[in-house]
């Protein structure tokens, strides 16, 4: 045999819990939606609008990643569409466009196949969009996921964009019956900071996805987790503590189903012939981590500028928390940190609260005696997490990206 033989022998499963472990997939469609029966109401009467002549301009769908929102509103709009004949539904995801050119152009090509270069501009793409929908049915429902990924450029502004989209000329002019769907996290207001003009027309229609509870995460994963193991694999206690976990932390589906597949690994490469609470334990903190990570680097750049200033002041070599607001202004105003890095207490304070908002701090006022009364903040996950975050944000941030692009 050659090494490659013995490689692959070595690694293969020798008495693996699994029979089908790519049904944990957290990218992966199920086979029906669950636990989002109300949701799913919600969005078909909105759909149902057409028999009485009128869809929404905008439905905003919002709510924590992992709670449906994507496969739900995909999944409801392809069955109206299936059965109606006078609906067209184009689903687009933004979150890889780093500029508001990128975005129209990626919903040209959704509508059309094709892709307009740059020398078009942002009102040739437009005029494409609006030359495309012309050939589509009377109405169209265009979904346009992770909207929250949208940003300032040096050419166009969010609020400009949106409402040409939503109230454009070229819309009108043609008759075209739009709706537009707008998939987020509750992230929007705090990434778009758009105008008032905007937001009131965002404003028609909400459908908000909370975390799941319990009861919801038992319905999504005991199915699944009866396919992707084999009889017995995944006692009752441990499959109530991991239900009991993922809704306490994070009321994420995606979250839990990646908990167990990695539970079933390591109770796999210990050698056990059942998944036990202990192999759960283990990687609840490394899915908390890789999760808060994956938000951490999401971060639009003073949102994680301001975490710096958090959890920049150690004694003894350990992070110490909690801060003051001030604590965080003078970290921020180090001679080391760059001119234009620097933030007000006013702005800082406005960071402050979408940080909260986010669930990455959580802030209390407390006495200090002759000081008078101060904010305290600490983040709600491991302070060093920051820090270990910092040469990965330098290099993958979309945010950093688009700020040194439009420095250059």
């Given at each position: ?11 293969a ?5 699994f029979t089908?472990?790519?049904?944990l ?23 149902n ?9 905008t ?8 709670t ?21 539904v ?5 979150k890889?466009?780093?500029t508001?050119?990128s975005a129209a ?6 509508l ?20 495309a ?8 429902v265009?979904?346009l996921?992770e ?33 537009v ?7 929007l ?9 905007v937001?009131?027309?965002?404003s ?37 503590y ?8 994070w ?5 839990a189903?990646?908990?167990?597949r ?7 490469e ?8 202990d ?5 609840l903190e490394?899915t908390?981590?890789d999760t808060?990570?994956e ?31 001030a ?12 001119e ?7 702005t ?6 979408d ?23 600490e ?6 997490w920051?820090?270990?975050a910092?040469?990965d944000?330098?290099?993958e ?5 688009a700020?040194?692009a439009?420095?250059?």
């Amino acid at each position: 045999m050659t090494d490659y033989d013995d490689l692959f022998t070595e690694t293969a499963p020798d008495d693996s819990l699994f029979t089908a472990k790519g049904v944990l997939d957290p990218l992966a469609d199920p086979e029906e939606v669950r636990a989002r029966e109300s949701q799913e109401r919600e969005l078909a009467t909105h759909l149902n609008g057409i028999h009485d002549e009128y869809l929404p301009p905008t439905v905003s769908i919002h709510g924590p990643p992992g709670t449906g929102k994507t496969i739900t509103t995909r999944r409801v709009c392809r069955e109206f569409a299936a059965r109606t004949e006078s609906i067209a539904v184009e689903y687009v995801n933004l979150k890889e466009c780093r500029t508001l050119f990128s975005a129209a152009n990626e919903i040209y090509y959704e509508l059309s196949g094709e892709k307009k270069g740059a020398y078009a501009g942002l009102d040739g793409v437009f005029e494409g969009i609006w030359n495309a929908l012309e050939e589509y049915p009377e109405w169209t429902v265009l979904l346009l996921d992770e909207i929250d990924h949208i940003q300032q450029d040096t050419n166009y502004d969010p609020s400009d964009f949106f409402y040409r989209l939503l109230r454009g000329e070229g819309k009108l002019a043609r008759g075209i019956n739009l709706s537009v769907w707008l998939l987020s996290n509750e992230l929007l207001e705090v990434d778009l900071r758009l105008d008032s003009r905007v937001e009131s027309t965002m404003s028609d229609e909400t459908v908000f996805f909370p975390p799941y509870g319990e009861e919801e995460l038992v319905a999504i994963l005991e199915p699944r987790v009866e396919r992707a193991f084999r009889d017995g694999a995944v006692p009752e206690d441990a499959f109530e503590y991991g239900i009991r976990e993922a809704a306490r932390r994070w009321g994420d589906a995606r979250k839990a189903l990646t908990l167990f597949r990695q539970a079933g690994e390591t109770a796999s490469e210990r050698g056990l012939d059942e998944v036990t609470k202990d192999c759960l334990e283990v990687n609840l903190e490394t899915t908390d981590r890789d999760t808060t990570m994956e938000t951490l680097l999401d971060l639009p750049f003073n949102h994680f500028l301001v975490l710096t200033g958090i959890t920049g002041w150690k004694r003894g070599g350990e992070i110490r928390q909690p801060v003051t607001t001030a604590k965080v202004h003078e970290f921020l105003h180090q001679d080391e940190y760059p001119e234009e890095f620097s933030l007000s207490e006013r702005t800082i304070r406005t960071l402050l609260t979408d940080l909260e908002t986010m669930g990455l701090i959580e802030t209390w006022i407390e006495s200090k005696g002759r000081e008078g009364r101060q904010k305290q903040i600490e983040t709600t996950f491991e302070p060093q997490w920051v820090q270990d975050a910092m040469t990965d944000y330098a290099t993958e941030s979309t945010y950093l990206k688009a700020i040194v692009a439009n420095e250059e």
